[in-house]
């Protein structure tokens, strides 16, 4: 039996095709150019990213079953016309947006694994009084001999998410497939069946900050914006809580912060932006206890990222064609 018929309506180069046929079903077929050599007809499914199907175009696929749209190249498709022809659609996010989603759970994670503390305490070759090296096996090993007090799971932990666009979005589905109570606050609630099918719950700004183990910032920076995250939003935050900034430098009251880390209020935190970029030599940023930085990398990955989206559009189609390898 053979595979399905995949369309593109645009060029690619070879690679970026490559990335596609390997992330699709077993004996699937990529049409390329599927509008100008006139082979469209044939597609079981379709992968747009910049040109859009009209509905007249759509009704015309007689074989279609699905359509995969690229959400950073912007083409669009009637998902009335498609749900009245029984055509499912599923967009693709951009590595971008994937990319700093990863890189705020990662920081979330590092937070309640103390992973900074264990280390440094690893490299500086702390071990607790009395223990002593010896050849492990399954049954007999060191547990934390750098005598960590604390580190924990994100398991049921309460992770509040302020501002929910494409980055925040990724993030939450991360965090819940990780089993956390994900909560959100944005200016335009989602709907109750949206909330629903996220497994996400709303809460306002400031209840956010008082029932969050770990606060992360999504918002865009604006005039109004700045410093949203101060003595006042820190104080509200509970004791020994984190907070994480993968969105803008200026979100923060950067002297706010050290003095909750430095008191011990925040357990910890994670910031990739800043005000000043790179941080100025004398920073006390760089002297601050329990704080984790990256420099601003949190962004959109190096290599291809058009093979990275078609490679992620194949995974979609494999997926709906109920293969899995």
């Not at 996010?93 to 990662?106: I, K, L, Y």
């Not at 965090?175 to 996220?198: I, M, T, W």
Request: proline fraction near 5%.
């Amino acid at each position: 039996m053979s595979g399905p018929m995949v369309a593109l309506v645009e060029e690619f180069t070879s690679a970026q095709v490559a990335a596609l046929q390997r992330a699709l079903p077993t004996g699937a077929t990529v049409l390329q150019d599927a509008l100008g050599s006139g082979t469209i007809g044939q597609a079981d499914y379709l992968v747009l990213m910049q040109e859009s199907l009209d509905d007249d175009q759509l009704s015309a696929l007689s074989s279609l079953q699905g359509v995969v749209t690229i959400d950073s190249g912007g083409a669009t498709v009637s998902s009335e016309i498609c749900d009245s022809l029984g055509v499912w659609t599923e967009g693709v996010v951009s590595p971008g947006p994937t990319s700093v989603a990863e890189h705020t759970v990662m920081m979330i994670l590092a937070l309640f694994k103390r992973l900074p503390t264990a280390n440094q305490r690893l490299m500086d070759g702390v071990i607790v009084e009395g223990m002593a090296p010896f050849v492990t096996d399954q049954l007999n090993y060191s547990y934390n001999w750098v005598g960590l007090d604390l580190f924990e799971a994100v398991l049921g932990k309460t992770v509040g998410l302020v501002g929910v666009g494409q980055i925040g979005l990724v993030a939450a589905k991360l965090l819940v497939a990780f089993g956390c109570d994900v909560v959100y606050y944005k200016r335009n609630r989602f709907s109750p069946e949206e909330e629903q099918e996220l497994g996400i719950r709303y809460l306002p700004f400031d209840e956010l900050l008082a029932e969050s183990h770990c606060v992360s910032l999504h918002n865009k920076f604006t005039p109004e914006t700045e410093k949203m995250m101060g003595a006042r939003e820190f104080a509200l935050m509970p004791e020994g809580s984190f907070f994480v900034n993968t969105a803008r430098g200026r979100l923060v009251d950067e002297d706010a912060l050290m003095a909750a880390l430095h008191s011990g209020h925040l357990a910890g935190a994670a910031l990739d932006v800043f005000w000043w970029e790179p941080i100025l030599p004398d920073s006390p940023l760089r002297s601050t206890p329990n704080l984790l930085m990256t420099p601003h990398t949190a962004g959109t990955p190096a290599g291809d990222n058009v093979a990275l989206e078609l490679g992620s559009a194949g995974r979609v189609i494999r997926r709906r064609h109920g293969v899995v390898r």
